[in-house]
């Protein structure tokens, strides 16, 4: 059974930073897709960045994501990262992963495709 838990939600001042983890059980995620997600109030789950199976550099950002989020994968921890700098009011939302085994190249984001998910971490960007 897969399980995913997401952290490193909480509290920023506009142009800080966080890094949200995103630990599995049940699912090598160096084998799988990773998408990051978010949900903000009133909104529909939308994704922004995902990274594919192995050490291929198959990643992708969504346009407001780049040069601003950056994912990553530490295999040893069956971890993956998401750092997030210069974070703006508007990225106010529930951060999600999520995993599938259905490879794509480049990878994609969505949802649809996407079998397993976590429970979500808060990311409130506020003064």
């Known amino acids: 059974q897969v399980q995913l838990v997401e952290s490193g939600g909480g509290l920023v001042q506009p142009g800080g930073s966080l890094r949200l983890s995103c630990v599995a059980s049940?699912?090598?995620?160096?084998?799988?897709?990773v998408g990051w997600f978010r949900q903000a109030p009133g909104k529909e789950r939308e994704g922004f960045s995902c990274i594919g199976a192995g050490g291929s550099g198959n990643i992708e950002y969504a346009d407001d994501a780049k040069g601003r989020f950056t994912i990553s994968k530490d295999n040893a921890q069956n971890t993956v990262y998401l750092q997030m700098n210069s974070l703006k009011p508007e990225d106010t939302a529930v951060y999600y992963c999520?995993?599938?085994?259905?490879?794509?190249?480049?990878?994609?984001?969505?949802?649809?495709?996407?079998?397993?998910w976590g429970q979500g971490t808060q990311v409130t960007v506020s003064s």
């Open positions: 999520a995993t599938t085994e259905i490879p794509h190249v480049p990878c994609r984001w969505d949802l649809g495709i996407y079998d397993d």
């Open positions: 049940g699912v090598i995620l160096d084998h799988v897709m």
